[in-house]
T-cell receptor, first 114, second 111 residues
Framework: EAGVTQFPSHSVIEKGQTVTLRCDPI?????LYWYRRVMGKEIKFLLH????????ESGMPNNRFLAERTGGTYSTLKVQPAELEDSGVYFC????????????FGQGTRLTVV | AQSVTQLGSHVSVSEGALVLLRCNYS??????LFWYVQYPNQGLQLLLK??????LVKGINGFEAEFKKSETSFHLTKPSAHMSDAAEYFC?????????FGAGTRLAVHP
């Protein structure tokens, strides 16, 4: 069974450009989470989808970030325009049940904004 | 509000020595607690979790953690470190539909 897949694995973009990160959850997992780790700091929650609906987006930093999950399958996280402080590692996780007792994380996307 | 504090951003041990990574939590409700590991160039992998069953939890790769309510701690241990244990370790507490992570502890294992 495939795990949670994220791509790209790395992305280097210039300040002001747009980047779209993608997460493919484990098949059948209705719950999908995005997290971010800014360099040297703790991993922080961004948002939570149940199927295609946003359940909690309290962790989204600002309106330059837009997450979607059309059809309740894969999710995208778009940053537009990117700023230097957006650099970090973006993790996606999925679970069949709510909560994280059975959540699986992807390998993350390392975003560098220069 | 829930929070996690990991004491020591870097820990270094000799191969074969005891590994002890410290985690203290704060939670207003009975917590679910987790330890994750991130090996170089890999994603987050669940080591073990506490979900209010046994207070001593055994995980993968010989790791275990003990939930101590009186001390609000969930320290991670391994009796004998192996070179392959070198990685970054994260303690987390489960909030309402989200995980609250500590800042991480990077474990170095030297010969």
């Amino acid at each position: 069974e495939a795990g949670v897949t994220q791509f790209p694995s790395h992305s280097v973009i210039e300040k002001g450009q747009t980047v779209t990160l993608r997460c493919d959850p484990i098949s059948g997992h209705d719950n999908l989470y995005w997290y971010r780790r800014v360099m040297g700091k703790e991993i922080k929650f961004l948002l939570h989808f149940v199927k295609e609906s946003k359940q909690d987006e309290s962790g989204m930093p600002n309106n330059r970030f837009l997450a979607e999950r059309t059809g309740g399958t894969y999710s995208t996280l778009k940053v537009q325009p990117a700023e230097l402080e957006d650099s970090g590692v973006y993790f996606c996780a999925s679970s069949q049940l709510r909560g994280h007792t059975e959540a699986f994380f992807g390998q993350g996307t390392r975003l560098t904004v220069v | 509000a829930q929070s996690v504090t990991q004491l020591g951003s870097h820990v270094s041990v000799s191969e074969g020595a005891l590994v002890l990574l410290r985690c203290n939590y704060s939670s207003s409700v009975p917590p679910y607690l987790f330890w994750y590991v991130q090996y170089p160039n890999q994603g987050l992998q669940l080591l073990l979790k506490y979900t209010s069953a046994a207070t001593l939890v055994k995980g993968i790769n010989g790791f275990e953690a003990e939930f101590k309510k009186s001390e609000t701690s969930f320290h991670l241990t391994k009796p004998s470190a192996h070179m392959s244990d070198a990685a970054e370790y994260f303690c987390a507490v489960s909030g309402y539909n989200k995980l609250i992570f500590g800042a991480g502890t990077r474990l170095a294992v030297h010969p």
